[in-house]
Structure formats: C-alpha cells, structure tokens
C-alpha cells in the first residue's frame, strides 16, 4: 500500500516533469536554452518514471529490464544532448548572450 | 491503475506537444531535439503501456525502442553536421 | 585477460536477465553470442590498444548516487526558470579546463554535466570543455570543481 502510493506520486512527479520540459520546449527564447529544458525531461522525468513503475513490480526480473532501460537512457541521452549542441554550435547557431552582443543578423 | 493511466495520458500529451515542436520549429536542429524528445518519451509510454495492459514483456520493445532512437538521432546528426553548413533554414526534414 | 572474463560474466548475466528462459536452445544462442562479444572486444583491444575496463567499484556508485541528487537538485532550479517569467533567464558560455585529466574522465565529466539539466557541454577538445548553462551561477558552481574532484576520484587514480 504505501508503495503504490509512492509509485503514484513518482508517476505524478515524472509527469509534471515531462510537461515542464515540453512547456520549456515553447517558451525559451532560442536553441541552446531549448536543449536545457529538453534535458530535465530525458533526465529527472525518465528517473522519477521508472522508479514508479519499479515499485509496481515484484523486484525480479521485471524490474531488472527497467532498470537496464533507465541506465540505457541515462547513457545515451546526454550523448544526444552533446551531438545535437555540438552540431548546432559547429553549423553556425549562435547562443542568445552572441545574438544580443553587436552582431545583429543570423538566428531568425 | 488509475496513476498508470493518468501518466500514460500525460506521457501522450507531451508526445503529442513535441511532435507539434518539432513540426513548427524554424530550425533543423530544433525539429531534431523535438524528434528526440518524443523518441524518449514514445519509449517511456510504451513501458507503461505494458504495465497498464499487465503485460510487462513490453519492456523488451521499449529496450529496443530507446536503442533504436539514440542510433537514429546519432545519424541523423551525422547527416547534418556535414550538409547544413550554411542555409539550415530551407531543410525539409522529418521523422 | 582477466578483463575478458569479467565481460563474459557480465555478458552472460545480462543475457540470462533479458530472457529469463533457461532452455538448452536460448542458452546455447546466448552462449555464441557472449562469445562473439567477447572475441570482437578482444579484436578492438588489440587494435586501439586501450583495454575497455569495466568502472566497477564501490567509488562508481557512490558517485552515481551523489550525482542523482545533483540531477533532482538542477531540476528544481530549470523547473523555476520555466514556470517563471523568462526575463531572469540568463544563459553564459564559458570555456573550462580540462587539460590535464585523462581521457576516461573528460568523457564521464562531459556527461554528466550535459546530464544535470541547467548546464550542457557543446564542444570538447583535447584543453577546453565549453559549457553552455542555463543561468550564470552554474558556471560558477563547475568553475569551483566540486564534480571536477569527484569525477577524478572516480577514475582518475588508476588511469
């Protein structure tokens, strides 16, 4: 019992942190900024997710497999994150601190 | 089983609201993180869709799932990093 | 050697997890692939002569965990920044060093900054790793090293 209710408030958490980060997604002003709000949720919602499905189950193998998939994504989402940045940054998308200093064209 | 349900719907609502990112976005890196966005979150959905079903061998599709997008976002990257030098702008780019 | 047989372990582990089945035809498929891996680890160790150890220690996850906490902490913070109005929104670049630590330990330091939301590594190279964060005190914050130390501790001392 007081599993499923902490499952339900991880599930709730993860969720909230989901929309966070897509409402992030629309309301940051360009790019790089975009990245970070992306990034909360690829880190703390897939986190708080998992968890709450693993106290859902009967710790055996089950949870095992959810476990390998929150290692895999905490593996490769930053790797993403860094490919997608660098890329960005290397096909000449400057930061927000670049576009407001004197340079006035570029970046929509 | 009510939380299952809810976040699912919550997980399709987020799915739904990057996809829509990533459609109107006005740069090919935006639509990219937009595109990963609801990989990772598709992956999600689809393990708590197994246990909402109680068929928990769904985990195994999202094993995959969530491979199979980091191998994509990687190539697609690579694809980009070396042709949209100079006008990223005019990019018809999906999926 | 010995690392070979640490991978095989872990590999045969891993597969027994994933299937769950313990029928003479499964195991004998996991049986060649675990080989397999092995054989082209071997390959790949003799080619680039950099030995893929496995971080397996007691530092590793306590590392891991501190590293959690760090993660729900930023979260808290770009979670702020969102809801807020987006006016106090003030986004720096910065380059720090990383001249003198080994490989293995830029790689891990590297991602888990980008893995903290609030700050993202855009570019490495062999001196600088330049940050991108959400909010200036964060530069600072990895400017006074506390996860500089704590990724060295990791993996510095033995590579």
């Known amino acids: 019992m007081i599993l499923e209710t902490l499952s339900t408030l991880f599930l709730v958490l993860g969720a909230f ?7 992030g997604l629309f309301k940051f002003p360009d790019f790089f900024t975009r990245v970070h709000a992306a990034s909360v949720t690829d880190s703390i919602a897939t986190i708080l997710i998992i968890f709450g499905l693993i106290l859902r189950t009967d710790f055996g193998l089950v949870a095992v497999k959810l476990l390998f998939i929150l290692i895999f994504m905490l ?9 997608l940045a660098k890329s960005a940054r290397h096909g000449g998308l400057l930061t927000l601190a670049e576009t407001r200093a004197p340079k006035k064209e570029d970046n929509d | 089983m009510l939380a299952l349900a809810a976040t699912s719907i919550a997980i399709l609502s987020v799915m739904a609201l990057a996809l829509a990112r ?30 909402l079903s109680g068929r928990p061998d769904f985990l195994d599709i999202a094993i995959v799932y969530a491979l199979i997008n980091f191998i994509g976002m990687v190539a697609v990257l690579r694809f980009f990093e070396y042709t949209a030098t100079d006008d990223t702008q005019n990019n018809k780019e999906s999926s | 050697m010995a690392h070979l047989m640490i991978w095989a372990l872990v590999l045969a582990v891993f597969w027994l997890l994933l299937s769950g089945f313990f029928k003479t ?26 030995p893929q150890k496995l971080p397996l220690s007691f530092s590793f996850f306590r590392y891991v ?13 770009v979670t702020k920044l969102v809801w807020g109005s987006s006016k106090k929104l003030s986004p720096a670049i910065a380059k720090l060093p990383v001249a003198n630590t080994p ?17 993202l590594s855009v570019d490495i190279d062999e001196e600088h790793v330049t940050v991108h964060a ?15 130390t704590k990724v060295s501790s990791v993996t510095g001392a033995k590579n």
């Open chain 3, 103 to 119: 490989e293995k330990t830029r790689v891990l330091y590297a991602n888990s900054i980008t893995l903290t939301p609030g700050t």
């Open chain 1, 17 to 23: 942190f989901s929309f966070t980060g897509v409402i």
């Open chain 2, 22 to 51: 990533a459609l109107r976005a006005d740069t090919v890196y935006d639509r990219i993180l937009g595109v990963n966005m609801f990989g990772t979150k598709t992956a999600l959905f689809i393990a708590v869709m197994g246990f």
């Open chain 3, 25 to 50: 035809l499964l195991l004998s498929f996991g049986l060649i692939s675990v080989v397999l891996v092995v054989f082209l680890i071997r390959r790949m160790d003799t080619t680039d002569n950099q």
């Open chain 3, 134 to 148: 959400l909010d200036a005190q964060s530069i600072k914050s990895l400017e006074a090293g506390e996860m500089a």
């Open chain 3, 65 to 77: 965990i501190w590293l959690l906490g760090q993660i729900a902490l930023s979260s808290l913070e």
């Open chain 1, 75 to 83: 593996l490769t989402s930053p790797t993403a994150s860094h490919a």
